[in-house]
């Protein structure tokens, strides 16, 4: 296995703009490109745009979404990757053959679609149907993982992905910057991102506080350094239809490092170079090992009732 040089991206989308989307797409690959990336990563649902689809009808969400991989977004998703020689991971809303809608998470190369994900805990849209596998699959002689978002706060997803050989997690989000039952968290006013160029430093200060990448670094390089694997962390910045995003896309190493980050406050890409010889140094790589199935493996497989509250969905959250 040799040394991989991965790009992660922050742009601000355009909601329900795939054409604008899928050209941010195409020039940021082509900018990672230029520096010797071999992969570049998007946030979730970074072709169609995210937040907005919470208003969306069952018939407005088909409209939107596609057939992967044969939908027009795809299709183009892989000229770009052709055009740059580069592997490129993006989402989008995708329905199948029977008009269930999913979240969905997508590699591909010069070649075509390597790989393909759908969200396992999705909530944006009540007409969304849930994942119901893990994928693991192999880039460069790497294997790689999804978890969208809200997968990697269930800290078995994250487990369960490494245990079936991701060295990689890529790890598209749309996220920060919402209410929540957690002290500091909150909204950001958009006027602060309206003035950034005046007052960059007011904007800084909300999107490293509580509210964003303070409340990402609790948890984030925790999921790298328990299992041992690289984490790809994408985001958009900007504003996703009505609410403010701060970006921050970063890598972060099997020790729990971040060593690639977005700082800029704009489209921006973060490059580092993965080396297989961090996988095994790493204490994620040893406690794997020193698991003991036998104390647990009823305890962590027991049945119970799923139950997902999002806070910033709740009428009374704004």
Request: hydrophobic residues 40%.
């Amino acid at each position: 296995m040799q040394n991989l040089k991965i790009a992660t991206a922050q742009f601000e989308n355009a909601s329900g703009d795939k054409t604008y989307n899928l050209q941010v797409i195409d020039q940021l690959a082509a900018q990672a490109a230029q520096q010797g990336a071999q992969v570049i990563a998007f946030h979730e649902c970074s072709i169609t745009g995210y937040t907005f689809a919470r208003h969306l009808s069952r018939e407005q969400m088909l409209d939107l979404s596609e057939v992967i991989p044969d939908g027009p977004s795809i299709q183009q998703l892989i000229q770009i990757a052709r055009k740059n020689n580069i592997a490129v991971l993006a989402g989008l809303f995708e329905k199948d053959e029977h008009d269930q809608l999913f979240k969905a998470y997508v590699c591909v190369d010069k070649d075509g679609l390597i790989a393909k994900y759908r969200k396992l805990h999705p909530f944006i849209n009540p007409h969304l149907t849930p994942g119901n596998e893990y994928v693991v699959f192999d880039l460069y002689g790497w294997k790689c993982g999804i978890l969208i978002c809200y997968d990697n706060n269930v800290v078995e997803n994250v487990r369960a992905t490494a245990l079936l050989g991701a060295d990689i997690i890529f790890m598209p989000h749309v996220t920060m910057l919402t209410p929540s039952t957690r002290p500091g968290a909150g909204f950001a006013d958009p006027k602060l991102w309206e003035n950034r160029e005046q007052d960059p430093t007011s904007l800084r200060l909300e999107f490293d506080g509580l509210k964003g990448r303070a409340w990402l670094m609790k948890w984030l390089p925790a999921r790298a350094y328990d299992n041992g694997i690289y984490a790809v962390f994408s985001n958009p910045i900007g504003m996703d239809d009505d609410q403010l995003k701060n970006g921050c896309s970063m890598i972060i190493d099997p020790f729990g490092d971040v060593i690639a980050e977005c700082r800029e406050l704009g489209d921006a890409i973060a490059i580092a170079t993965c080396a297989p010889e961090k996988l095994q140094q790493a204490g994620g790589y040893r406690y794997r090992k020193a698991r003991r199935p036998d104390l647990y493996r009823a305890i962590i497989g027991q049945e119970h009732t799923p139950e997902q509250k999002v806070v910033w969905l709740q009428p009374d959250s704004k």
